[in-house]
Nanobody
Framework: QVQLVETGGGWVPAGGSLRLSCAVS????????MTWFRQTPGKEREFVAG????????DYADSVKGRFTISRDNAKNTVFLQMKSLKSEDTAVYYC?????????????????WGQGTQVTVSS
């Protein structure tokens, strides 16, 4: 089965940058869709960004447009989330999620594979 492992989380000052990585393993083929979600205590898991693996077409939540960039490296079976101009509101556990399909979705229930999450803390 597919395994997703997020790395790159940590502490960063407001206005700073951080790059998250999601390594995909356990499958001979890459998922059609890969996404990043985030969650803070007491809140629902929130869609951040998504990318169609084959075409590279992306989708972003309004809250991160212009600041975050999602990309993928086919050879490394890895998806990245480059985060810039970070705000305190970006503090959360960030999860990599994937699904085998052709339609982009912003709903967490649509994704069958999830990583363990990585904590991102932005100081004010």
């Amino acid at each position: 089965q597919v395994q997703l492992v997020e790395t790159g989380g940590g502490w960063v000052p407001a206005g700073g940058s951080l790059r998250l990585s999601c390594a995909v393993s356990g499958s001979t083929t890459s998922p059609y869709l890969m996404t990043w979600f985030r969650q803070t205590p007491g809140k629902e898991r929130e869609f951040v960004a998504g990318i169609r693996w084959a075409s590279g077409i992306t989708d972003y939540a309004d809250s991160v447009k212009g600041r975050f960039t999602i990309s993928r490296d086919n050879a490394k079976n890895t998806v990245f989330l480059q985060m810039k101009s970070l705000k305190s509101e970006d503090t959360a556990v960030y999860y990599c999620a994937a699904r085998r399909g052709y339609d982009m979705s912003r709903y967490s229930i649509a994704y069958e594979y999830w990583g363990q999450g990585t904590q991102v803390t932005v100081s004010s």
